[in-house]
């Protein structure tokens, strides 16, 4: 019998849910947890995606440049560029499966982002992001379209718009998702041989985004007898036992791993980094540019007079403008590393209007965090409130005003964790039954594509910021 690896990649899975509050829910992820357990450092920042691609490369942001769902294409002012799957190219930084592939392993992958449009491997490819049309499959090879019985227009790999008020929809869609994703799972498992099983679920991050704030006293936004209350509860359920369907196909040499690429936990408000860094004399507006409130429109800016302007979500990118990389740079490269500190520090010693009570943000630099910077970086990120508050793009009602409870994205009750979940074992003892596992520390997602490839006697790749995971 040869050894195979299947990941159960649960989005936004938060340890302190999974493995305490909810533990009792999820027997099969216990059985997983007999082996081995504990809490895996996701990336900075950790966002979906590129922490997945970055999963499976066992390579960090800057080694890939890609900072997020969106990144700047050129040093230009434009809008922010969505990634693909094939934004990381597989000579630079080649994932699991791509390593795999050069081995004549086969692969099976099902929505791991960015995974839109599928990608060609040596088995099958699931995307994950909405299919842009019927005309446009959801999968490669081509042939696995019509083997699901699920017409291209149908299949949707995620929630078309969870930012709404109409939780009911969502909830419906993201069970649709669901039932969708794990039954072509165990479809591909059960019909084919294969090496490598990877597959994400995005809902168990949907749930929480959607319906944190019925279920924490501790949320702003709590409503104690809200119909909501059990809605993430029920879905860890739901979750654990599609692991339970899965884990059939793990046989005594199979070593399993379920794994979630960052964690998750209360959302405050916003912090308005624009309007901060407008009233710091950092960011200058036209005469009358700008709604207000309002996203920022960078035909509303005065760039001749502009130092940095930012961009929001779950965590928040300063840019800077310098002269001879942006088209009117206003900041010499020389005064660059000053002029940087003192906008960290700055938005460090930010406080809250109530109380003056520090907002506890927290401000890093690309160069000092990554192994290499590639690509078009921000050159701070920002954790406002240390994640606690997101951050928003945009300006607010009156000028100076940086906190709020609204959000520019719709209603969203959660944002990200620094630690996601990991449990691994082997199928001999998943068997055995060994039930509590023993503890890890100092797990880190970079070192997921390491141990995968490890544990199917392949060679590492050179250059890869992970390592593999001693004690799976």
Known sequence: MRRRVMVIGLDCLEPLLAFDR????MPNLQRIAGGVWGDLESICPPITCPAWICAYTGRDPGQLGVYGFRNRADWDYGALQPAFSDSVSRELAPAAWDVARDHGMHSMVIGVPPGSPPRRIRGEFVNYGLTPGPETPFAVPCELVAEARIPVGDYRSDVEDAGTEDRDRVLAEIEETTDKRWGLAGQLL???DWDLFAMVEIGTSRMQHAFWQFMDPRHVLYEPDSTYRDAIREYYRKVDRGIGELLRFADDQTLVLCVSDHGAQRMDGGFLLNEWLLDAGYLRLRPGGGPRPGPLDPADVDWSRTVAWGDGGYYGRVF????????????????????RQEIASRL???????????????????????????????????YPGDLYWRALGGFAARRGEYFTTDSDTG???ANHGRYGVFAAIRGADLRRGLG??????GLRLLDLGPTILTYLGLSVPQGVAGQPIRGV
Do not use: H, K, M
Request: a positive charge; hydrophobic letters at 30%; glycine letters at 8%.
């Open 22 to 25: 909810y533990r009792c829910e």
């Open 190 to 192: 059960s019909t084919r």
């Open 320 to 339: 800077l403008n310098v002269s001879g990389r942006e088209p009117e740079g206003t900041v010499p490269p020389e005064r660059l590393a000053a002029v």
């Open 348 to 382: 460090e010693a930010v406080r809250f209007p109530w109380g003056q009570e520090r907002a506890r943000n927290r401000v890093f630099f690309p160069e000092r965090l990554y192994r290499e910077v590639r690509g078009f970086a921000p050159d701070l990120i920002l």
């Open 411 to 413: 209603p969203d009750g």
């Open 436 to 441: 509590t596992g023993r503890r890890l520390r």
